[in-house]
């Protein structure tokens, strides 16, 4: 055993083929918070016993996993953590590159979705959390710092492990990659022009619940329920343009760009992630500032189902992996 600080603890995921059985992380992922562990829930025995004292006895009830992790988007291992958020993912060859793929993730329509295993490995312990499901994903892309994301998880109770750490060398994407696009359509948003911001979060909610049975105190399965979208942006206010959009009242397509144009994969492509919304509404929207301030706005954005693009959210990431 050991006393070691939290920058020694190995975070890895991988795919599971059978849903609840663990397998061997694919990514081991650079993490600037992990606080997904194990918890514990008693059942407690509260009759009376001619005593002010309220309980005497109790015994285990459920025990799972659960919390969150943080680190910056990377353009390979982030493929995982999409997949966790949107459920489904088709990969094919980038154009007449012949090593470079378009990953491109949409919403399936099941209460289900893939599974992660998340390993935890340090000087003390060696872990495997089978049965990972992502509750909510946050995407922060804010100035003097890399693009980053926090992903809540719930998962069955750990395992002991023999963990390998391998980390991979991969791309990470900063604020000068990012590109927005508001448009009335999606196919309207390539002409578009760019938005200028000077923040944005972008939230999944997935809505997560752990099932339980008798005769175990483990979880038996983690459903995920509704699937809800929002952004939250921030911009100098520089003209009405953006308020507009929200007392206007009508629909707006929205695209959300990163791409690293110093580093080429393959012939002539660069690592990239890209969200498309079909159109949904700017519904909030906040001046703020003191009277020596420059003035800047806060807008809100709520993503709709559209059944004519059947989705609401799509996302597309590019690199150099075959496959997720």
């Known amino acids: 055993m050991a006393n070691i600080i939290g920058r020694l603890m190995a975070v890895g995921f991988g795919k599971e083929t059978t849903r609840g059985t663990a397998v061997a992380p694919s990514f081991f992922i650079p993490q600037t918070e992990f606080s997904v562990m194990d918890r514990d829930e008693k059942i407690m025995d509260n009759s009376a016993l001619g005593r002010i004292e309220e309980m005497h006895d109790g015994d285990q009830q459920h025990q799972w996993a659960e919390g969150s992790m943080a680190g910056v988007i990377r353009d390979q291992s982030f493929g995982l953590i999409l997949l966790a958020a949107f459920g489904q993912v088709s990969s094919a060859l980038r154009g007449t590159e012949t090593a470079v793929y378009n990953h491109t993730y949409s919403v399936a329509n099941t209460n289900t979705h893939p599974s992660l295993t998340i390993a935890a490995k340090d000087a003390n312990e060696d872990l495997r959390m089978a049965l990972g499901m992502l ?151 906040s001046k703020e500032g003191g009277l020596d301030d420059i003035l800047s706005q806060n807008i809100e954005y709520t993503g709709l189902y559209s059944t004519s693009g059947s989705a609401e959210l799509t996302a597309t990431l590019t690199n150099t992996v075959t496959g997720y």
């Open 135 to 285: 509750g909510r994903l946050e995407v922060r892309f804010e100035l003097g710092s890399y693009l980053s994301y926090t992903a809540d998880f719930l998962a069955k109770k750990s395992v002991t492990a023999t963990n390998t750490a391998a980390y991979t060398v991969e791309n990470k994407f900063r604020p000068q990659d990012v590109t927005l696009k508001i448009a009335p359509t999606v196919a309207g948003l390539g002409g578009a022009a760019a938005t200028q911001i000077t923040s944005l979060t972008l939230t999944i909610e997935k809505n997560t619940e752990a099932d339980y049975a008798l005769g175990t105190t483990n979880i038996v399965e983690i459903f995920n329920k509704q699937f809800t979208t929002s952004v939250a942006l921030s911009a100098r206010y520089g003209s009405t343009a953006l308020k507009d959009l929200v007392f206007g009242g009508a629909k707006q397509a929205m695209s959300i760009t990163i791409a690293r144009p110093d580093v080429t994969i393959g012939t002539a492509s660069n690592p990239s992630l890209a969200f498309t919304f079909q159109p949904g509404f700017f519904n909030s929207w």
